[in-house]
C-alpha cells in the first residue's frame, strides 16, 4: 500500500477553492429533471417566461418559477424584465453554463 505524505497532502488541500462550491451547487441544481430541461429548453430558445416554461413541461406556474430560482441562485440563470414581461434566459457569462451547452449539443448530435 503507498501511502501520500503530509506535504502531499497539503498540496492536494491547496486545489480546493470557493470554486469547488459553485461547481457542486450548479451540478446539484441541474440534477434535476425539469431543471436540466428547463436549463436545455433555454439553451435552444433563449428566452422565455415562466409560463412557457411551465407549459412546455407540463408543470404548474409555481413549481417551474420555484425550479427557475434554484437555477437563478445557482448563478446559471438570470431574469430579464422587458415592460411587465419578464423573461428567463442562461447566464451566458458563467463559463460552466456554457460548458454545459456545448456538452448538451454535442450529446444531442451522437444521438442522431
Do not use: C, W
Not at 503507498?2 to 480546493?16: C, D, M, S
Not at 435552444?44 to 441562485?73: C, F, G, M, W
Not at 458563467?94 to 450529446?107: A, E, G, S
Amino acid at each position: 500500500m503507498i501511502k501520500i505524505t503530509e506535504k502531499e497532502i497539503k498540496e492536494n488541500r491547496k486545489l480546493f477553492s470557493e470554486v469547488d462550491k459553485k461547481m457542486a451547487i450548479a451540478f446539484k441544481a441541474l440534477s434535476d429533471v425539469n431543471r436540466y430541461r428547463i436549463f436545455r429548453i433555454l439553451a435552444e430558445h433563449p428566452k422565455l417566461t415562466v409560463s412557457d416554461i411551465s407549459r412546455i413541461l407540463n408543470i404548474s406556474l409555481p413549481l417551474a418559477s420555484q425550479h427557475i430560482k434554484i437555477l437563478a441562485q445557482a448563478n446559471l440563470l438570470q431574469k430579464e424584465r422587458s415592460g411587465k414581461i419578464v423573461f428567463t434566459k442562461l447566464e451566458h457569462d458563467n463559463p460552466f453554463v456554457k460548458v454545459v451547452i456545448k456538452t448538451i449539443k454535442q450529446t444531442v448530435k451522437l444521438k442522431e
